[in-house]
Nanobody, 115 residues
Framework: VQLVESGGGLVQPGGSLRLSCAAS????????MNWVRQAPGKGLEWVST????????DYLQSVKGRFTISRDNAKNTVYLQMNGLKSEDTALYYC?????????WGQGTQVTVSP
C-alpha cells in the first residue's frame, strides 16, 4: 500500500488549495479514505472521510461548508478541496486508510495559511 499526498503550500487567509492523494497497492474503490491533519505542536485531527463508492462523506464541524472531499476511483486518487482557508487550518495533511486493524498513511503535505 502506498499513499502519496500533494498539493499543499502557502496560501493567504481566504484562499484555496486542492490536495491530492494518489493510492496504489490495493483495490482503491473498496476502501474508505480519510484526510487527517496535525497542526504544529498538536495531535492528529480527523478532517474528512469518503466511502469507497462516494456515497457517503463526513467532515469535521469546523471545515464543513469550506472543504469538499471527493475521489476518482478510475485514477485511484482522493482529493480535498479547501476553500476559505483560515490560519487554524495550518497543518500537515495526511491521507489515510485502514484494512482491518492495520492503518496506512502517506507522508503528508504541508498547508500553511498566513498573510
Amino acid at each position: 500500500v502506498q499513499l502519496v499526498e500533494s498539493g499543499g503550500g502557502l496560501v493567504q487567509p481566504g484562499g484555496s488549495l486542492r490536495l491530492s492523494c494518489a493510492a496504489s497497492g490495493f483495490t482503491f474503490s473498496s476502501y474508505t479514505m480519510n484526510w487527517v491533519r496535525q497542526a504544529p505542536g498538536k495531535g492528529l485531527e480527523w478532517v474528512s472521510t469518503i466511502s469507497g463508492d462516494e456515497a457517503a462523506t463526513d467532515y469535521l464541524q469546523s471545515v464543513k461548508g469550506r472543504f469538499t472531499i471527493s475521489r476518482d476511483n478510475a485514477k485511484n486518487t482522493v482529493y480535498l478541496q479547501m476553500n476559505g482557508l483560515k490560519s487554524e487550518d495550518t497543518a500537515l495533511y495526511y491521507c489515510a486508510t485502514r484494512e482491518g486493524e492495520k492503518g496506512y498513511w502517506g507522508q503528508g503535505t504541508q498547508v500553511t495559511v498566513s498573510p
